[in-house]
């Protein structure tokens, strides 16, 4: 069974920063991209980032583009999220989550496996 648990997440003020990690289990591990999502109250599942099994290739939305870096420790079996300069519409549950393949999609139906989630909290 693919286990995914996400933590760090927390209350912060606007311009903070904030790290979440996401554990997964071995049997989760593969060389499929992995990715982290967001949902805010009242919104859709958005994408945020994915990287790819080496770490070597990143993708993210532009709205979190200088701001939010993904990476990996394939060793601790283990995904990152440093997050900067957050801002109140960074309020959301983030998700980490691993693909159906390799593709660095930003589809929410890309992505087969998915952890609890993680609460982020902006205030202004």
């Known amino acids: 069974q693919a286990q995914l648990v996400e933590s760090g997440g927390g209350l912060v003020q606007a311009g903070d920063s904030l790290s979440l990690s996401c554990a997964f289990s071995a049997q989760t591990f593969s060389i499929n991209a992995m990715g982290w999502f967001r949902q805010a109250p009242g919104k859709e599942r958005e994408f945020v980032a994915a990287i790819n099994w080496a770490g070597s290739i990143s993708n993210y939305a532009d709205s979190v583009k200088g701001r939010f870096t993904i990476s990996r420790d394939n060793a601790k079996n283990t995904i990152y999220l440093k997050m900067g300069r957050l801002k109140p519409e960074d309020t959301a549950v983030y998700y980490c989550?691993?693909?159906?393949?390799?593709?660095?999609?930003?589809?929410?139906?890309?992505?087969?496996?998915w952890g609890q989630g993680t609460q982020v909290t902006v205030s202004s």
């Open positions: 989550a691993r693909g159906s393949n390799v593709q660095l999609s930003t589809e929410t139906a890309a992505y087969e496996f």
